[in-house]
């Protein structure tokens, strides 16, 4: 549960200086539909790898993508289906391309591809198709018997029959993820991690089965399964070579086989083995064995992680998808994050939580900046911009965790923004948006440094808590928490101290777009009427408004009006951070704790609910200057070149593919589970 996503498209001019390594002339924009961005990362001093680690980057990101269809399966059991026949309709169209039809048919496939299946990325909402069903039905029929997807034994009425409703009937399959609490969110939810006709009940009754609770060291339950019912009993489907998705994991394992072979250390060459090794079995033992000498290992350059890992897909936060992430080490931003993180006793015993609650020894906070190579599975096209792992809380009390921030993402998102027209509709004065201009990039980067390295680490949980007590609100309190933490710190004079920023003033740029953001701009991503319920972003609304009504009586922090336009005003900068550790001390409470009635009351009475008015009034200010809610990315291309014995001598990296090549070529290459 331990990612950082972009949290809102901030116009800010950086400094040029903050930024690591920039080719001005590189492209960052690659298309826009719906309310998706789609831009490219740059991979600078991918030359400065030796042969060996560019043949590990290479192969490392065949193996990130062998997983592609695995994501697909998990977010929607027709979505592989679905896919195949999008795309042979596209690639075998016929008519003018220039129809209304023909126009919301290829926005809808681009936004089935964003999505990794046809809910949303982020809302999960299922995408509503802007074309007629008649077209449809008129391009399934123009396709002979070869190029219909069917499943053995099904024919083209049948799949017509099935599909149809699933495209287009808003009931059906409407929502990925339901995070309503007040009904069975596993029989509402329309992602393929459970059977038909399992309930909540039933699951949760089947894992408070297998939990001891005098285990220490226990394993991440249902991580790596499909829960299905067979003759009324509940069974797990576990997800490896000989089980389900046993296609694509084999080829995950002939790729990482291949990594291994050119692997920098012994340490290395280890927990790929151990990782081949759960692959095969998919015994949840060894993935914990692996996660142990991954988070171990500090010293390797190039690094991967390549799993079911996260859960935010699964109503109940057991079952992680699929991502990978390729990257390797950029050294020079790398000695912030290494301060940090070597000063991370420091911050614990200095947290504004009950001492009871603190860590008194901080175990192996890891910490580190990369540069990204390869993004694939949930992590692909929309990616986090930090990520803390492993997961397991017990791996991390004892064994550490390792913590990375992804610059050249960071560094894509802002350098694309510039000029957007954001501050200035959104920011209150010039001299807010001034500050922001000069310290958000480098404030923001902090933030994800000291969310992912000491905010998830930090905290312990009183004996005999459940980490899971917190259920479906464990999410957004825990990166609460980390935001918190956070924030806190990023007013502390240590940071000047240790030399980490040089103005005691830089945090209130991003003091100030925490609030903006919390409060006003992020409700740009919610359709009208609708609630936050996305964890991220009920986390920062949660903090937000938290922070509003608390500081009401001291103006703390004031929305006003201006020309009849709301804009977030901070008086006292001071007393925010005071408030910011009030709050953290509190949720610090409630996890440690595992106190589920506050949690649940904290979310229902500040993350949920939006003022409609509000609402409303910034969706008009943004639907002004057409930014996108919502940015993912393509990935570069590898290439490797061959001597004429077919000895790899050379990987080379191009960036000139534009999205649907991209996503045409990924179904070629990379189709394993069908179709
Ligand atoms: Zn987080």
């Known amino acids: 549960m331990n990612k950082i996503i972009p949290s809102l498209i901030v116009g800010s001019m950086v400094a040029i200086q903050a930024h690591a390594v920039v080719d001005k002339n590189f492209d960052y924009h690659v298309d826009r539909f719906a309310d998706i961005e789609v831009l490219r990362y740059e991979v600078p001093e991918f030359d400065r790898l030796s042969l060996d680690q560019k043949k590990m980057v290479y192969y490392l990101s065949q193996a990130a993508q062998a997983g592609r269809d695995i994501i697909w399966d998990q977010n929607g ?25 023909f126009k919301a048919f290829e926005k809808y496939l681009k936004q089935v591809w964003f999505g990794n299946g046809i809910h949303h990325h982020y809302s999960t909402d299922k995408f509503i ?61 329309a992602s393929n991690l459970y ?102 290992d500090t010293k390797s350059d190039v690094d991967f992680v390549n799993g079911f890992i996260e859960s935010y897909g699964d109503p109940l936060g057991m079952t992680g998808s699929y991502e990978s992430y390729v990257n390797f080490k950029n050294t020079k931003s790398s000695d912030r994050t290494e301060t940090i993180s070597s000063n991370a006793q420091w911050f614990e015993d200095h947290s504004p939580v009950d001492p009871r609650f603190r860590k008194p020894e901080v175990k192996g906070v890891s910490a ?56 200035e509709e959104f920011v209150i004065d010039k001299a807010t948006s001034d500050h922001m201009d000069k310290y958000l990039y480098i404030t923001d980067m902090l933030h994800t440094d000291l969310h992912e390295c000491l ?45 980490i920023l040089d103005d005691p003033t830089a945090y209130q740029a991003e003091y100030y777009k925490y609030m903006l953001n919390g409060l006003m701009t992020q409700l740009n991503r919610i359709e009208p009427g609708k609630d936050v319920e996305e964890a991220h972003m009920r986390n920062r609304q949660l903090i937000a408004a938290w922070i509003l009504e608390k500081g009401k009586k001291d103006k703390v922090v004031q929305l006003v009006k201006k020309n009849g336009k709301t804009y977030v005003k901070i008086n006292d900068y001071k007393k925010m951070r005071d408030l910011i550790g009030q709050l953290l001390g509190e949720i610090q409470r409630i996890k440690s704790e595992g106190d589920y009635a506050a949690g649940n009351e904290l979310i229902r009475k500040y993350a949920v609910k939006v003022d409609p008015k509000l609402h409303k009034e910034v969706l008009e200010r943004f639907s002004k200057l057409d930014i996108p809610p919502y940015r993912g990315f393509i990935n570069p291309e590898y290439t490797p070149v061959y001597d004429d014995k077919g000895n790899i001598i050379d990987v080379k990296i191009g960036y000139t593919e534009n999205y649907t090549d991209q996503m045409l070529r990924l179904a070629r290459d990379f189709t394993t589970l069908g179709y």
């Not at 069917?150 to 495209?167: D, H, K, Q, S």
């Not at 249902?222 to 797990?236: A, I, R, T």
């Not at 990023?490 to 940071?495: E, F, G, M, T």
Request: hydrophobic residues 40%.
């Open 77 to 101: 059991r027709y979505n592989l289906q679905i896919r195949k026949l999008l795309e042979n309709i596209l690639t075998n169209y016929k008519g003018d391309r220039n129809s209304a039809d």
């Open 129 to 189: 198709p802007g074309f007629s069903q008649a077209f449809f039905e008129e391009q399934v029929a123009a396709l002979p018997d070869s190029l219909l997807p069917l499943n053995p034994g099904e024919t083209r009425e049948a799949m017509m029959a099935t599909l149809t409703p699933v495209i287009f009937d808003p009931s059906v399959m409407a929502k990925r993820v339901n995070q309503d609490g007040t009904v069975d969110v596993v029989a509402t939810s």
């Open 195 to 296: 059977g038909e006709g399992v309930t909540q009940a039933e699951v949760e009754a089947y894992y408070a089965g297998l939990k001891n609770p005098d285990d220490a060291t226990p394993i991440s339950f249902g991580l790596n399964s499909k829960m299905v019912k067979e003759n009324g009993k509940l069974k797990e489907e576990h997800y490896h070579l000989n089980g389900l998705y046993g296609p694509a994991i084999a080829k995950i394992i002939y790729w990482l086989d291949m990594a291994k072979g050119v692997a920098e250390n012994d340490a290395q060459r280890q927990y790929i083995t151990k990782l081949i090794d759960y692959y095969i079995t998919g015994d949840l033992r060894l993935f914990d064995e692996y996660s142990i000498l991954w988070a171990e």
């Open 368 to 423: 580190k900046v990369i540069t990204a190579a390869m993004l694939a599975g949930d992590a692909f096209p929309s990616t986090a911009i930090g990520i803390n792992l492993p997961n397991s809380t017990w791996i991390r009390a004892e064994h550490g965790s390792k913590s990375v921030t992804l610059e050249n993402i960071t560094e894509a998102y802002d350098m694309a923004s510039h000029g957007n027209g954001f501050n």
């Open 455 to 499: 905010g998830h680490a930090s905290g312990r949980l009183l004996p005999g808590v459940d980490q899971d007590a917190l259920k479906e609100h464990g999410s957004a309190l825990e990166e609460a928490r980390a935001d918190l933490f956070a924030l806190y710190y990023l007013a502390d004079p240590k940071l000047q101290e240790l030399g």
